[in-house]
């Protein structure tokens, strides 16, 4: 039901597996992904927290609950959760996005545009990898890396009317 976007079906169903089995970390986890996608931020984080308990190497929960707390702008515990998602699966280019843009809320432009680096040389097909550290460069003051940027996230995204593009580059 989650891949059909019945979120709330999903929830009734994972409740399920739940009262059979409270262990059961990855239906905490994919409750936790159902509220993420339905904005009950506070919700999410509760399951993705249980998740974790029960399964504390799941770096998928560390990231979605990192999400989560950014979207409460509580930016220093996401940071905290995408360090521990990246401490246990180093290689996945999204938790060093997901880092980037919390580190990019608290104004910290210079280490978003590291994490922006990694999460591109990981994944050099990330089009909001390049959106986002083109936002940040643009912050920065670098605002020649900062058209660059826009332009190469509009090819990889696809977008040939981007914002990003008209602000930054004219």
Do not use: M, W
């Not at 009734?12 to 986890?29: C, F, G, M, T, V």
């Not at 009950?40 to 190497?57: H, R, V």
């Not at 083109?134 to 920065?140: D, F, T, W």
Request: aromatic residues 10%.
């Amino acid at each position: 039901k989650n891949n059909l976007k019945d979120f709330y079906g999903a929830i009734s169903d994972y409740n399920k597996a739940i009262e059979l089995d409270p262990n059961l970390a990855k239906a905490y986890y994919n409750r936790g992904v159902s509220k993420l996608k339905l904005k009950d931020y506070n919700g999410a984080i509760s399951d993705f927290t249980k998740a974790i308990e029960l399964n504390p190497n799941d770096a998928n929960a560390y990231y979605n609950r990192g999400l989560s707390k950014g979207n409460l702008k509580d930016h220093n515990g996401a940071i905290s959760d995408f360090n521990k998602a990246i401490e246990l699966d180093p290689d996945f280019s999204k938790y060093y996005g997901g880092r980037g843009i919390s580190k990019a809320s608290l104004k910290d432009y210079s280490g978003a545009i590291r994490d922006y680096n990694k999460a591109i040389e990981l994944d050099p097909n990330d089009g909001g990898a390049y959106h986002n550290r083109g936002i940040s460069k643009y912050y920065s003051g670098d605002l020649i890396g900062a058209c660059e940027d826009a332009k190469e996230s509009a090819s990889l995204l696809g977008d040939d009317d981007s914002q990003l593009v008209k602000v930054v580059c004219n």
